[in-house]
T-cell receptor, first 112, second 111 residues
């Protein structure tokens, strides 16, 4: 398995609270991505990073922010969680270009 | 608009019964087409990358092929352990690795 660790693996929280998900890699890959996966939808890109402190928005970025202060860590923050953000969140890494992305095992987030 | 459509949504096979999964795509300048396998409660596991029409890749009982409009994942003599959801994704030209995923095909192989 690619060295990708997501934490926490499961989280239940209440509407309006802030939530931060962490993705940690040991592969020294330049690119890191956050996706969400919902029934009836394919994986959808939230944000991605192409280097330390270099990030950009994906298809479904509203309500989310990210930070990358070190190569190995990529954080996803929900500033004020809403029930529509209940989902499974996956982190992925790649070497860039048209190289494949490798995924972590996800964080299941429930917002009540 | 870049788009990926996978069919069928679900497929039930008997062990040993070969079949194919389809991934149709529209994308501005294909940089790569990727196949993944996803087991319940796990992240997608990379299987293949195809870069140009006519290309084929094989791994055990799986073979992926690519044309200008679609890709097929052929499964030969499947076993129960091949049961999973298979995801197809494309990378458009000019993107920084952003993938567009289909909704997947859920494959069940019965002994």
């Amino acid at each position: 398995d690619a060295g990708i660790t997501q934490s926490p693996r499961h989280k239940v929280t209440e509407t309006g609270t802030p939530v931060t998900l962490r993705c940690h890699q040991t592969e020294n890959h330049r690119y890191m991505y956050w996706y969400r996966q919902d029934p009836g939808h394919g994986l959808r890109l939230i944000h991605y990073s192409y280097g330390v402190k270099d990030t950009d928005k994906g298809e479904v970025s509203d309500g989310y922010s990210v930070s990358r202060s070190k190569t190995e860590d990529f954080l996803l923050t929900l500033e004020s969680a809403t029930s529509s953000q209940t989902s499974v969140y996956f982190c992925a890494i790649s070497q860039g270009g048209n190289q494949p992305q490798h995924f972590g095992d996800g964080t299941r987030l429930s917002i009540l | 608009e870049d788009q990926v459509t996978q069919s069928p949504e679900a497929l039930r096979l008997q062990e040993g019964e070969s079949s194919s999964l389809n991934c149709s795509y529209t994308v501005s300048g294909l940089r790569g087409l990727f196949w993944y396998r996803q087991d319940p409660g796990k992240g997608p596991e990379f299987l293949f990358t195809l870069y140009s029409a006519g290309e084929e890749k094989e791994k055990e009982r799986l073979k992926a092929t690519l044309t200008k409009k679609e890709s097929f994942l052929h499964i030969t003599a499947p076993k129960p352990e091949d049961s999973a959801t298979y995801l197809c994704a494309v990378q458009a030209g000019g993107s920084q690795g952003n993938l567009i995923f289909g909704k997947g095909t859920k494959l069940s192989v019965k002994p």
